[in-house]
């Protein structure tokens, strides 16, 4: 999120946490993405798009931008505001195994 940069480089960056230019770069080895914002770019993703970026199969779709059916043909658990969840087929994680996640906008 371009408009976030600024308060992203000020309050997070210094933790170690990195800012990106490239939806699919944010994604890159992700087990799970939060959308808090509904800009075009957002909308336009496809469940394709993700699943080929993605390592993890979670989205929480705050705006509810998604279409919900297709991403849970991909396999995903996509969770929204006045969704019901929905859950794939689960892989056992590993006691203390590290979750990657994305947020594709602040």
């Known amino acids: ?10 309050d997070f960056k210094k933790k170690g946490y990195s800012c990106t230019e490239k939806a699919e770069d ?7 993405v ?4 509904e800009w075009k ?3 336009e993703m496809t ?8 390592k993890g199969r979670v989205i929480i779709d705050s705006r509810n931008i998604l279409n ?3 991403f849970r043909q991909q396999g995903f658990t996509i969770l929204g505001t006045g969704r019901k969840e929905v859950k ?11 979750v990657n996640a994305a947020i594709v906008s602040m």
């Open 34 to 37: 939060v959308i808090l914002t």
């Open 88 to 98: 794939p087929p689960s892989r056992t994680r590993s006691r203390g195994e590290f």
């Open 1 to 10: 999120d371009p408009a976030a940069e600024y308060n992203f480089i000020r």
């Open 47 to 54: 469940a394709d798009f993700f699943a080929e970026h993605m």
């Open 41 to 43: 770019e957002y909308c």
């Open 68 to 70: 919900e059916h297709l």
């Open 26 to 32: 944010a994604l890159k080895k992700a087990d799970g």
